[in-house]
């Protein structure tokens, strides 16, 4: 029992731990995204914004854009320390986000604009999945109505009319 215990809880804490990380990711790339364009638009090359975004942020996303900073200051090109990025966090947004700013590198294209997209893509995908949460809502409200408010309601509405009934019959 001990062994199952010593063996099965780390794993699921660290698990827990992993899931609550891309989550706190996926919560703020929206807004992070939105500081490193305002710093690329006035004038700060990407690595000088990404340092201020890791200096104005906290969080799990800030720490790993400084992963990726000191990735390039020991001499590795920025592609390979975003590729590397993606691959620490499986989280398909960012995922998006890297794979353009490294195709906007290779191409030349302004990174603000990109950026802007980027964040603007993501924020609809949070909004659709919010709405489709909401429409899942009144379904899953059911079970409960229909096991402990309903029978509750019949037994209200319906009890008297069931003991006169009784009365009723019990009177022949």
Not at 38 to 44: F, Q
Not at 138 to 162: D, H, R, T, W
């Amino acid at each position: 029992m001990g062994f199952l215990i010593g063996y099965l809880f780390p794993k699921s804490w660290s698990n827990a731990q992993m899931k609550k990380k891309q989550l706190e990711i996926e919560r703020s790339l929206p807004d992070v995204l939105d500081l490193l364009t305002v710093s690329v638009e006035a004038g700060l090359g990407f690595d000088a914004a990404l340092l201020k975004v890791v200096e104005k942020q906290k969080g799990a996303l800030a720490e790993e854009f400084l992963k990726v900073l000191q990735e390039i200051k020991m001499g590795r090109p920025r592609r390979d320390a975003l590729r590397d990025l993606s691959k620490r966090n499986p989280i398909e947004d960012l995922s998006n986000v890297v794979a353009s700013l490294v195709q906007a590198d290779q191409l030349g294209i302004p990174i603000a604009g990109v950026l802007r997209n980027q964040s603007k893509q993501i924020r609809q995908k949070h909004r659709q999945r919010a709405e489709e949460k909401a429409q899942k809502a009144p379904v899953k409200m059911m079970i409960p109505l229909v096991f402990f408010v309903f029978p509750s309601v019949f037994i209200i509405i319906l009890g008297p009319a069931v003991i006169q009934i009784i009365d009723m019959f019990s009177k022949q």
